[in-house]
């Protein structure tokens, strides 16, 4: 089995910034075949030890929040492990772990609270992402982004037919007229038009 230094290696280094939002079926499939093993490990709450200190705080919210989405893209496993890095996240940013890492690394810090379907958590992501990751304000503004659409919905729309979830006339609407993508638009539209 991996360790984080293999993790970061590998998420770091060789997926690198390009690479990180970008997915794929050929990353993915890269994601399951060397750390499947280590997400059921998470899952299954075998990974709990590496909460302890930026390093192994950080290769375990890889492996929980952003690697268990590239592994089980469009399935509800994708979430599975959502609450785990949330916990990971809240305990790593309270201890000040996350400002041991360098950005753009940081960022994977604040991620699980972007992706919780809890306004509060959406505040602190805003937050997390405008004052601790100075230099790309492109992450504060996808994080208001995640929570203008939590706000507007009280969760995901894009993730209903994943987890099995109705969607709503008005989510459809959503989703039909850009859904994320134009959400961000807006976002970037009213920022600029405040500066």
Request: a negative charge; aromatic letters at 10%.
């Amino acid at each position: 089995m991996s360790d984080p230094v293999e993790v970061l290696d590998f998420w770091l280094g060789e997926v690198g910034p390009e690479g990180w939002y970008a997915g794929g079926e050929a990353l993915d499939a890269e994601c399951r075949a060397r750390f499947g093993d280590l997400w059921a490990a998470a899952h299954d709450d075998g990974l709990e030890h590496w909460v302890d200190g930026t390093v192994g705080a950080l290769a375990y919210l890889v492996i929980c929040d952003q690697l268990a989405r590239n592994m089980h893209r469009g399935t509800a496993q994708a979430f599975a492990t959502d609450a785990r890095a949330l916990a990971a996240a809240k305990r790593a940013v309270e201890a000040g772990w996350d400002m041991g890492a360098p950005e753009p690394e940081r960022q994977f810090f604040y991620m699980p609270f972007e992706h919780s379907e809890n306004p509060e958590d959406q505040a602190t992501a805003v937050q997390l992402l405008t004052e601790r990751l100075s230099s790309d304000p492109e992450m504060a503004l996808h994080a208001r982004a995640h929570q203008a659409i939590i706000a507007r919905f009280g969760r995901f729309p894009f993730r209903n037919a994943a987890l099995g979830r109705e969607t709503t006339p008005d989510e459809a609407d959503f989703l039909a007229s850009g859904g994320y993508a134009a959400e961000v638009a807006r976002q970037r539209a009213s920022h600029a038009a405040g500066a």
